[in-house]
């Protein structure tokens, strides 16, 4: 897939920057990305926040739901299929 950017606006402050995203076929996205490090490629940034893996999605057949369903799921016990992993970092006596 072939894609366009644009860096919009950039808050050196926040150390952070909009690009606009743009490719023939999908909506134009507007992302907000964190600047380059020192010696690190800007096209390495720009390539890590595009959203190609959001266009890539829109155009997937989606199941709806019925309104109202509703659940309960234990994340101690129960491992939804394709549900993340979750687990913790202990670093000194800080649990993060």
Not at 65 to 77: K, Y
């Amino acid at each position: 897939m072939d894609f366009k950017y644009t860096i919009i606006s950039v808050d050196e402050a926040a150390r952070c920057m909009e690009i606009v995203y743009t490719a023939d076929g999908h909506q134009t996205m507007h992302i907000g990305a964190r600047l380059p490090f020192e010696g690190e490629n800007l096209e390495d940034v720009v390539m890590a926040f595009a959203p190609i893996a959001l266009w890539s999605e829109q155009t997937r057949a989606v199941v709806v739901p019925t309104a109202g369903t509703s659940g309960t799921i234990n994340i101690l016990n129960d491992t939804p299929t394709n549900a993340p992993v979750v687990s913790s970092i202990t670093t000194g006596t800080q649990t993060l």
